[in-house]
């Protein structure tokens, strides 16, 4: 019985793959392969396209495509909103959102539900000389279920005219904040808000500091002493102000502003933000900010793997549209593009070494390091109940209405039994 349920968490073993089979034929995502010849209008729904690069993208598409038109549709800036939404929609059974764009922790829990359309056959997209860890993002039973459209990597951003070396250790980084206290601004920030991007920073905090969530066997392993120890020093930095109150409402968008408007020093964030924080009119520190790699407890830290994959509703009636749309998403140029407008991680690792793009954009190193090292979030149809179960008491520990103890035992079991 142990075993088994731990074994969804390693998202390979066979009681998940009995689960995935049954609801994924049965619940109602229709006959997958139906429809993989039909072609027509789409929509492509995404959430908020901060760096604005979707429409013109869209707009490049639909001039080539007259009776294929693509139209966006776009989700709020919030990663917990896109996923309700999309769930909601395929719970109807809405035949009007053809391609989805899913989070890398959202595939399993999608596709186990019978809402993606496998990627097989007729459908099959090419995933060669795509980051391994965005492929095996959009995999779920061995099966592909949607195409790598952008990797993330978290990293930060320091003010350069405040710090002229960048910090490799997370104490070295607290240690530098007397900078910020002059200086009148806030220390550091991450995401903190109770939502997908505080399960994001807690682990980074956690696997940062040598603890980790699940075992490498796929078992909940997060109550232990480096756990405590990495969960312990955001406890820590909000009581000593280190980082700013405020900070325990700020999401991806909150923190970049704060930091485009020079309030803050230190900034874990998505490579999103370095374009918009460069070009932003009301972005002060535009020629003060350099990207460097997350700091860890004793030496350089590990980021968690983000990014977004492109899927196939199964509800879609242009099915070939919505596949010729995705590799469209996908292709070098495309992905070149995300890049160079958007300052997006292209999925694509030939990118990384192309030689106008590192000249253009100068934390592609880091990038590429950052996604190379990243710790995936765990893989299971039942993701929003173990990501829930980190947020909570994550949370509850920054507020210090739990111990960092009470929290990571808590956390553990709430995980264990999200996987029963
Ligand atoms: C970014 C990442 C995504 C993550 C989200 C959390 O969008 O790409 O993987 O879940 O941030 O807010």
Redesign the pocket.
Known sequence: MKKSRLAFFAGVATLGLALAGCSGGGSGGGDAASGADSRGPITYVQGKDNSNVIRPLVDKWNAAHPKEKVTFKEQSDQ?DQQHDDLVQHFQAKDKGYDVVDV???WTAEFAAKGWLTPLTGKLKVNTSGLFDSAVQSATYNKTLFAAPQTS?GGMLYYRTDLVKTPPKTWDEMMSMCSIAKTAGIGCYAG?FAK???LT?NASEAINGAGGSILSKSGAPSVDSADSAKGLSAIVDAFKDGNIPAEAITY??EQGRTAFEEGKLMFLRN?PYVYSLAKTDGSSVVKDKFAVAPLPGASGVGASTL???NAAISAYSDHKATAKDFIEFLTNEESQKYFATKGSLAPVRTSLYDDADLIKQLPYIPTLKESILKAVPRPVTPFYPAVTKAIQDNAYSALKGDKTVDQALKDMQAAIKSAGS
């Open positions: 990663a989070d890398v922790v993330d995401q939502y997908e991007g994001v999401q991806e998505w983000g990014g977004h």
